[in-house]
């Protein structure tokens, strides 16, 4: 029942605001939002989204949790057709992200940023962002965890998506005449 779902949400919203709890009204909204797009109801989800992190960026600036809420609003931005968007947006939440204290979080957003990127045609900043999530997972996790291993996997299609098939061959470590015929 969408239509019960909504006003739960919508009462839960303004409830938070009525608290005066705005971080958690911020995050209400984001939530409001992720159900909104959940039910293919993109507008209303980008609205909800807007919502979100103007409260955060009015009471509180920097606070990583709007840093997580701007990289749902860019995967929107995303499935909505407008990369360019997407991009500013990702790159707003890694502005806001410790890329030592929350290295888990600033790797996920240089993995979206890497292919939201590629996908408004800048090779360069994708392969800028890699470069930076593989810096993070590197230090963080170490060359052989499953995290670093996710990011020499989208690395690697970057690397073929610009014909450079050895060199993704030689990340993954396979045989170069796989990769070349």
């Known amino acids: 029942d969408i239509d019960a779902a909504d006003a739960h949400w ?6 938070m605001r009525l608290a005066d709890q705005p ?3 911020a995050v209400m909204l984001s ?3 992720l159900h909104y797009g959940m039910t ?8 909800a989204f807007r919502r979100s992190s103007a409260v955060f960026r009015e009471h509180a600036p920097g606070d990583p949790t709007h840093a997580n809420v701007l990289r749902l609003y860019s995967g929107l931005q995303f499935r909505m057709r407008r ?3 997407a991009l500013a947006t990702i790159r707003e939440s890694i502005a806001i992200l410790d890329r030592d204290r929350q290295s888990y979080a600033y790797f996920v957003a240089q993995l979206n940023r890497a292919g ?5 045609g800048d090779p360069a900043q994708a392969f800028d962002a890699i470069g930076e999530g593989l810096d993070v997972a590197f230090a ?3 060359p052989d965890s499953d995290v ?14 610009a014909g450079r098939d050895v060199d993704a061959a030689r990340l993954v470590d396979v045989d170069d005449s796989r990769w070349c015929d």
Request: proline share 2%; charged share 25%.
């Open 10 to 15: 919508e009462r839960a919203v303004e409830y």
């Open 23 to 25: 971080a958690g009204h």
């Open 31 to 33: 939530n409001m939002a």
């Open 40 to 47: 293919g109801r993109y507008d209303e989800s980008d609205a």
């Open 83 to 85: 990369p360019q968007e």
């Open 116 to 120: 939201f990127a590629f996908a408004a």
């Open 140 to 142: 963080a996790f170490g």
């Open 148 to 161: 670093t291993r996710r990011m020499y996997a989208v690395f690697a299609r970057l690397l073929l998506f």
